[in-house]
Structure formats: C-alpha cells, structure tokens
C-alpha cells in the first residue's frame, strides 16, 4: 500500500553541534532507494508502508543509538491504489491553480 510520510526527526539541542548527527540520518533516508524529499522542516518518504516506517526507524537510530534525546514527529498519508503521491499532489495543485 502507497504511504508517503511527512517525518521530522530532530535531535534536542542547541546550536550546530548535532548538525553531524543530523546530516548521518539524512544519509540513511537517501541510501534506502526510497523516494524522498528534504525541506528545512520535514523529509517526505514514500513507499510501501513497511519499506517507509523502517527507513524512519533506521535513520531515528542514527541519533537514539548515540545516546541523543530525539523527537520524531510522523504524518502519514495512506492511498490504496495510488502510486507516486508525492509529485501527483502537486501536480494536482498546479492544474487547479493554473485554472
């Protein structure tokens, strides 16, 4: 089943000294093979829902198994029978607004 999750995984902190930790679990998201997208706030991964939620499990341990206190905040968007939901929704966007 297609599961695009919007995740931001965020190491408690101050200043750029957890920047290392962060840029190792960007690493593991862009290793999985999954399709994903990074902005300041939050990764978009889509994929099947098991392929998805062990990538974010993956990358969260990069930061937990280094004994950082870590929030992870997950929102999921599950559609039976589609695929490519991340480029479609904005490509869905960009049609009404171009109306």
């Given at each position: 089943?297609?599961?695009?999750?919007?995740?931001?995984?965020?190491?408690?902190?101050v200043?750029?000294?957890?920047?290392?930790?962060?840029?190792?679990?960007?690493?593991?998201?862009?290793?999985?093979?999954?399709?994903?997208?990074?902005?300041?706030?939050?990764?978009?991964?889509?994929?099947?829902?098991?392929?998805?939620?062990?990538?974010?499990?993956?990358?969260t341990?990069?930061?937990?198994?280094?004994?950082?206190?870590?929030?992870?905040?997950?929102?999921?968007?599950?559609?039976?029978?589609?695929t490519?939901?991340?480029?479609?929704?904005?490509?869905?966007?960009?049609?009404?607004?171009?109306?």
């Amino acid at each position: 089943m297609n599961t695009l999750i919007a995740v931001a995984i965020a190491p408690f902190g101050v200043g750029d000294e957890l920047s290392a930790y962060v840029a190792e679990a960007c690493k593991v998201i862009a290793a999985s093979g999954l399709k994903y997208k990074t902005c300041s706030m939050f990764t978009e991964i889509e994929g099947e829902w098991d392929e998805v939620m062990k990538c974010v499990k993956d990358a969260t341990m990069v930061l937990a198994e280094k004994g950082i206190r870590t929030e992870v905040i997950l929102k999921a968007d599950i559609r039976p029978g589609y695929t490519n939901t991340m480029d479609g929704k904005i490509q869905r966007l960009n049609e009404q607004l171009e109306k």
